[in-house]
């Protein structure tokens, strides 16, 4: 469980207080520790979260750590420091402008999820990743792909890190084989068992989609 002050976590153990900015009448709320990662599925047009710890132990993130510590006693700090070193191998690199406007793009003209806030945006004309199309991109970009899509076009799954801004595709079917995601039919129509249901929560959900592409809103 962690305690929070609106939406700041008070974890800095030798903090006072006055320093944590706590006055009289102040509220503090008690919640679950949840360490989000957002999927979103273009197929059934929803997204849910999963808690960090639980993605990687069903094995469908892999997480690399860019380094390790200088030793000595952790501090509240250090750990900050280590949750930031933590990448994930299925991660596009940064500089891969193509690969992130594809994935905007193919969430922007999903029509009911949500991402889309209605701003006219610039898009380049990109709408495959596959190997003849990949020496085009690099001509024109000068990247390169590291490998060809997982999914067919419109059965993309996404996953968005709101913590470091990571984002990248998984196979959709390796996810419904772990059985990480499950489809099922309602009212005629597919969707995922696991999709986020409570509105204030989807809410949030895409606005932490909408920060990691760097998307403002009004």
């Not at 004309?125 to 990743?129: A, I, N, R």
């Given at each position: 469980q962690i305690l929070k002050l609106g939406e700041q976590v008070l974890k800095?153990?030798?903090k006072t207080m006055n320093e944590h900015g706590i006055v009289a009448n102040s509220v503090l709320h008690l919640e679950e520790d949840f360490d989000?990662?957002?999927f979103v599925d273009i197929k059934c047009n929803t997204l849910w979260a999963v808690d960090r710890k639980q993605v990687v132990e069903q094995k469908v993130l892999t997480p690399i750590r860019s380094g390790s510590g200088a030793g000595g006693a952790d501090t509240d700090d250090d750990e900050d420091a280590k949750d930031n070193m933590v990448h994930y191998k299925e991660a596009i690199r940064d500089s891969d402008k193509v690969t992130r406007e594809t994935i905007l793009k193919n969430m922007y003209e999903a029509p009911s999820l949500g991402v889309n806030p209605h701003m006219v945006l610039e898009k380049h004309?990109?709408?495959?990743?596959g190997v003849q199309e990949a020496d085009q991109i690099k001509q024109l970009w000068h990247v390169s792909l590291k490998e060809v899509r997982r999914?067919?076009?419109g059965a993309e799954l996404y996953f968005v890190d709101p913590k470091t801004k990571a984002i990248g595709e998984l196979s959709r079917q390796n996810c419904l084989n772990r059985r990480f995601m499950t489809v099922v039919e309602e009212k005629g129509n597919l969707t995922i068992s696991e999709r986020e249901q409570d509105v204030e929560k989807y809410d949030k959900y895409v606005s932490y989609i909408r920060k990691s592409f760097g998307i403002e809103t009004s």
């Open positions: 800095h153990k030798q989000p990662i957002v004309q990109v709408t495959s990743l999914n067919e076009k």
